[in-house]
C-alpha cells in the first residue's frame, strides 16, 4: 500500500466537508474510502482518526447526522452538510487555497518568480 | 461561537450517555462490515477480509475512548467515574485504606488544631477599627533585666501626649479587681480605669447608652460606669433599663452610662468594668507614685512605626534630662499591640506550627508509600490498561483522583479529630495562651484543612502514580513474574524521609522535654504543698482608714487559723511567680545614690506567719509577730538572701537600717531576720533582691490570703470563706487557687510545648515504623524466590536476616544522617523555650538516634525472620 501519510486535523476537516458536498450525505465508512480514493491511496483513515473528527464537526454544528440504510440493506450513520458546514467549506478552502499559494512561492526554484 | 455551540454539545453530552454508547457500537459495527464486504468482494476469502479490515482501522477501543473524551466535558464524567474506580477499589482492600485516611487524619488534624489556635491569636483581626495602627507605648530601662516592656508613669505619660506628633490620640490605663453590688448580688469583677480618649481611640461605639466623656474624667468626678456586653446579659439580663442603674462599686455609688458591644475586647477579654481614669491636672505624679500603668496609642495616617519610635525616643531623652530624679535611664518602647498580646506565646506556636508541618509530611511520605506499594502492585493491571489504549495522562489521573478521595476522606476525619484536640489543647494550654483566644473552627478552619488534604492529596499521589505509569511495557513483559525494582528506590527515599523527619520531631521534644524536667528540679524557694490562696479586696470606701484594715486582716488571719484541718495562714500583697511590685531601696550610712544608679528591690507586704505558711526558710534573726503588725511599732524589715549578699556584702545585715521608697514619707527601718530566696517571676532566672514590709507598715486594702492545710487545700476555702463573711457579710473572696498551681503555671508554656512535641514525635516515631516494616516486607515478598533460592544453595537463616535488616539499616542510617543535620539547623528556633539544654545538645540528639534506632529495629524484624524461615520450596513454588 506504500506510505500512508498521517492525515492533520485541520486538513482532514476541509476534507470530510468536501466530500460531503461532493457526494451528499455519505455513512462513516464511506467517507474514509471516498478520502482514500481521491488521495490516490496515499491517505488511510482508521477510526480512531475520522469519528472524532465527525464529532467534532457535528458539535460545531458543520455537519449532522442521521441513522439510514446502506446501499446492501445495512443500518448506518449518515453525516450531511449544514448550511453553517457550506459556509464553513467555502471559507477554508480559500484559506487553504491561499495558504498553499503563499507557500508555493517560497518553494518556487530562485529568480522563476516574478 | 463554534468553539461555543462545541462546548454547549459537550455539556448536554453529559447526559443520555447509554443511548450514544449504543450508537457507536452500531456505527463502528457497519463501518466494520462494510469494510469486510469490500473487501470480500475484491476476492479475499473471509478471515483474511476480516483481518485486513481490523489492521486498516486500527484499534477499535482507542477510537472510542477518544470519541467518547470528546462527546462530553471531560472533568465532570471522568471524574465521577474515576472517584467510583477509587472507593470500589478502596473498599476491594480496606486495611490499606484505613492505614492510609489514618495516617493523614493525625496528620491533617494535628495541623488544623494547631493552625486554629494560631488564628485566633496571630491572625483573626482585633474587634475594633484599625488594629494594626494601634501600638503599646512602654516605658523602658535598659539597666534593669525585667524593665523592657515597663509600666508607666501617668507624669511622663501626660508629657507625651503634649509633646508627640506622631499619634492621632493617645491613652491610659490600668487593670484592678474591685467588688461590684447590684441587689443581693455581691462579686468580685475585673475593671478597667481609662482615660476617656482610649474607648473612642479603638473606634468602639457604644452598644446600649454613651462612654464617659472629657469633662466625667476628672478627680471626684461622677461614678459613671460602661458595662461589658456579657455583664449585661449575666447580671442585668440585657434589660435596657439597665442605663441609669445605680449600683454600688467598691462601697461607693456609681451609675451604669453604657453598654459595649458583644464582641470587643481590648487586651483582655474579662473586663466588665470601664471606669474614668480621673488624673489630677494639679498633681505631680513624678514626686507622688512609680511606674503602675499602661498606655496606648493610635498611629496617624502616614506616620510609620520607627518613626513614632524615634519621635518617642527624642520626648523621652528630653524628659531624661529635665526629670533626672525620675527618668534616668528610661526611655519609651513601643510595641504593635498585637505583639504585646502574644509575645513569648508566639515562638511556642511558631514552634508548634512548624512540628505539625513535619508531621503532616511524615503522614504524607507514609501516604506516598502506601500508594507506591500498591501500585506497583497494580503494574500489571496499569500495562494492560495502557495496552488496550488507555493514554499514560489518564491513567495517571484515574491514580490520582485515589489518592485525593483518600486525603479528602483523610481530611474530614481529621477535621473531626482537631476538634477534640482543640478541646483538650485549650485545657491544657497555659493561661497566657489561651487568654484571649476564643479557639473555634469555622468555615475558614474547615477550607483550610480541605485545601490541605486536597494539596497532600495530589502532592504525595503524584510520584506513585508516576512511577507506576512509567515502562508499562515492561509491567506487561514482567508481569509473569513478580514486578521488580520500579519504585524501590523512592520507596526507601520516602522512608529515610520520614526517618529524617522523626527524628527531627523527636529531637525537639527531647529537647523540651528535658527544660521540663530541669525546670521541676529547681527548687522554688517555697514549699507550695497544702498552700491554697485567696484574695479579699476591701473596698477603700468602707475601710477608709488603714487602722480598720490592718484590723480586718488580722482578726481574719486569727479566725481562720482556728478554723479545722488549718495549719497556718497568713497574707501578702503580691503572690511570688503571680505579680510583683519593685522600687528602690536606700541604706542607711551610704552616700545618696547618682540618679539611675538606685539600687532597686522587689516589695511585698506580708502579714505574720507568712514565711512559715509559705515554707521559706528562716535563716537569721526572726519573724514578724502580732506586735510588729501595728501602725504605732517601729519600722522593721526582713530582706531576702540576694538581698543581704549583693548590697550588704560582708557586712552584718541584722540591725542595718534601711528604707524602701512605697509611700509619701518612707522612714528608715531595721532588718530583724534574713530569709531564703524565692526564685521569682520565672522559675529560670536569678531571684532579685526583696524586701518584705509588715502589713500596718504598707498597708493594702486587697492581700492574698496564704493558707497552709494539714490534709486537702481545698477543704479549707469554705471555712476560710465562712470566717471572711463572719466579718463582713457583704465582703466576698477571689480566685482561689492553690500554690502548686501557681508555680506550675509559670512554665507551663515549656510544659505545653514539650507535652505536644512529644505526642507528636510519637505519632511520627509510629508512621515511621509504619513505613520500614512496609518497605522491608515488601521487598520480601519481592525477593521471595530469590530468597529460596538462596536457602536452597545452602545460605544460612542468619545471613538471610542481614540481607534483608541491611536494606533497613542503609534506609535508617540514611535518615538519620540527614535528620542529624536538620536538627542541628532547626533546633535554634527552639532557643527561647529552652533552660538547662543548649539546642545543639548532643546527649538529646544522640538519645532520639537510639531511640529510632530501635523502633526500626522492632519494624525491621518481623519482616527479616519472615525471610529466613522461608522453606525453599514453598518459595520457589510461589511462581
Known sequence: MGQKADVWQGTLALMVLKTLDAMGPLHGYGIARRIEQTSGDRLLLNYG????????????????????????????????????????????????EET???????????GETS | MRKLRAAGARVTGFFGKAGRERDMAAEFE????????????????????????????????????????????????????????????????????????????????????????????????????????????WERNSRLRDARFNVISPGNFRDWRAQNDVFENMAAFGDGRSVLIVGDRVEEIANRFATADLLPMLGVEPYRGRFFTAQED??????????????????????????????????????????????????????????????????DYRKTSGRYQLAAARLKRGASFSAAQAEMTAIAKRLEEQYPAFDKNWTVALEPLRDSMVREVKTSLLVLLGAVGLLLAVACANVANLLLARYTSRKREVAVRVAIGAGRGRVMRQLLTESVVLALAGGVLGLGLARLEIVGMVALAPRDMVRNAVVTVDWRIAGFAFALSLLTGILFGLAPSLVATRNVVDGLREAARSAVGGGRGLRSFLVAGEVALSLILLTGAGLLFRSVVGLQGIAPGIDPGGVVTFRVSLPRAAYREPVRRIQFFATALDRIRQAPGVRSASAVSYLPFDDT????????GRPPAKPGEELTGTI??????????????LLQGRDFTAADDALDSRYRFIVNETFARRFLAGEEPLGKQISAEMDDKNPLGEIIGVVGDVKEGSVDSEPSPTVYYVHAHLVYSTMMLVVKAAGDPQAVVDP????????????????????????????????????????????????????????????????????????????????????????????????????????????????????????????????????????????????????????????????
Request: aromatic share 8%; charged share 20%.
Open chain 2, 720 to 879: 476560710a470563706r465562712q470566717v471572711i463573711r463572719s466579718i463582713d457579710p457583704a465582703q466576698p473572696i477571689a480566685q482561689v487557687r492553690t500554690m502548686e498551681s501557681i508555680v506550675r503555671e509559670t512554665f507551663s508554656r515549656q510544659r505545653f510545648s514539650a507535652m505536644l512535641l512529644v505526642a507528636f514525635s510519637i505519632v511520627a516515631l509510629l508512621l515511621a515504623a509504619v513505613g520500614i516494616y512496609g518497605v522491608l516486607a515488601y521487598s520480601v515478598t519481592e525477593r521471595t524466590r530469590e530468597i529460596g533460592v538462596r536457602i536452597a544453595l545452602g545460605a544460612q537463616p542468619g545471613r538471610i536476616t542481614r540481607m534483608i535488616a541491611g536494606g533497613a539499616a542503609r534506609i535508617v542510617a540514611g535518615g538519620l544522617a540527614v535528620g542529624v543535620a536538620g536538627s542541628l539547623a532547626l533546633t535554634g528556633l527552639l532557643k527561647s523555650l529552652l533552660f538547662g539544654v543548649t539546642p545543639r545538645d548532643w546527649t538529646t540528639l544522640m538519645a532520639a538516634c537510639l531511640v529510632l534506632v530501635s523502633v526500626a529495629a522492632v519494624a525491621a524484624y518481623v519482616p527479616s525472620r519472615r525471610a529466613s524461615r522461608l522453606a525453599p520450596l514453598d518459595a520457589l513454588r510461589m511462581e
Open chain 2, 604 to 617: 511585698r507586704t506580708v502579714m505574720p506567719g507568712y514565711f512559715r505558711t509559705m515554707g521559706i526558710p
Open chain 2, 30 to 137: 457497519s463501518h466494520f462490515q462494510m469494510a469486510v464486504e469490500d473487501n470480500l468482494r475484491a476476492g479475499m476469502s473471509e478471515s483474511e477480509a476480516r483481518r485486513a479490515a481490523m489492521l486498516q482501522f486500527g484499534g477499535v477501543d482507542a477510537a472510542k475512548e477518544e470519541v467518547r473524551d470528546m462527546s462530553t466535558t471531560l472533568w465532570i464524567e471522568t471524574t465521577l467515574r474515576d472517584i467510583r474506580y477509587a472507593l470500589r477499589g478502596l473498599r476491594r482492600s480496606p486495611g490499606f485504606a484505613a492505614a492510609a485516611i489514618l495516617s493523614l487524619a493525625l496528620g491533617v488534624g494535628a495541623s488544623v488544631s494547631i493552625f486554629a489556635v494560631a488564628d485566633s491569636l496571630l491572625v483573626r483581626p482585633l474587634p475594633f477599627r484599625d488594629p494594626g495602627r494601634v501600638v503599646m507605648v
Open chain 2, 218 to 283: 476628672v478627680p471626684n468626678g461622677p461614678n459613671v460606669l460602661v458595662i461589658s456586653y456579657r455583664l449585661w446579659q449575666s447580671w442585668f439580663g440585657g434589660e435596657e433599663s439597665v442605663i441609669g442603674r445605680k449600683v454600688q462599686l467598691r462601697s461607693q455609688p456609681a451609675t451604669i452610662i453604657g453598654v459595649l458591644p458583644p464582641n470587643f475586647y481590648f487586651r483582655s477579654r474579662n473586663i466588665d468594668v470601664w471606669e474614668a481614669m480621673g488624673y489630677d491636672p494639679a498633681r
Open chain 2, 581 to 588: 511590685s519593685a522600687t528602690s531601696v536606700t541604706i542607711a
Open chain 1, 100 to 110: 498553499t499559494d503563499i507557500i508555493a512561492r517560497f518553494l518556487k526554484p530562485e
Open chain 1, 49 to 96: 482518526t475520522l469519528y472524532p473528527m465527525l464529532l467534532k464537526l457535528e458539535q460545531e454544528g458543520s455537519i449532522k447526522s442521521d441513522w439510514g440504510v446502506s446501499s446492501n440493506n445495512r443500518k448506518a450513520k449518515y453525516y450531511s452538510l449544514t448550511r453553517a458546514g457550506r459556509k464553513q467549506l467555502a471559507q477554508e478552502a480559500r484559506q487553504w
